[in-house]
């Protein structure tokens, strides 16, 4: 028998010792669930992208009554910015979710659905996006998508 080990290499930031830039990219993705649609969950999940030119697109969660037919905030944010820029690589994303009147305490983490969605936009111009998970506690912030993905499936299995 072979055994692999599959490690994560997470860094663990107070909001103040983030970049100028990540701090605007936490604080869009915080604004952005404010305007989350969650009347079900109440769970107010936003998402914001910095593209390579330097725009910041946001996004939240969208709640829909057939629980399926919703979509993450994090795959409704890479959508509009990939519709609005398709040209433009990802840089980084942030997220943060707000529940019972406050931030969460502990991070949240994107679902399998939305890291495949990021895998596809870090494969697509070959560049890591890096990821910021916001808490209360301090930002998660994982360097590429891979990272959160191991063993993914992505374009180069579809060419085997």
């Known amino acids: 028998m072979k055994e692999i080990n599959l490690t994560t290499k997470i860094a663990v930031y107070l909001l103040e010792e983030c970049s100028e830039v990540e701090k605007k990219l936490i604080e869009s993705a915080k604004s952005a669930t404010t305007k989350a649609y969650a009347p079900y969950s109440q769970f107010r999940v936003g998402a914001a992208v910095l593209l390579e ?6 996004g939240n969660n969208q709640e829909n009554a057939a629980y399926p037919s919703g979509l993450c905030a994090e795959r409704t944010t890479l959508f509009f910015a990939n519709a609005s820029f398709p040209d433009q690589k990802v840089r980084a994303i942030a997220i943060a979710a707000w529940h019972d009147g406050k931030f969460t305490h502990d991070v949240i983490t994107p679902c399998g659905a939305c890291r495949q969605v990021l ?22 912030v994982v360097p590429a998508v891979r990272d959160l993905l191991p063993l993914s499936f992505g374009d180069e299995m579809l060419k085997r």
């Open 119 to 140: 895998l596809e936009a870090e494969n697509r111009f070959h560049s890591p996006v890096k990821i910021l998970m916001y808490s209360e506690e301090g930002i998660y």
């Open 53 to 58: 030119n330097g725009e910041i697109i946001a």
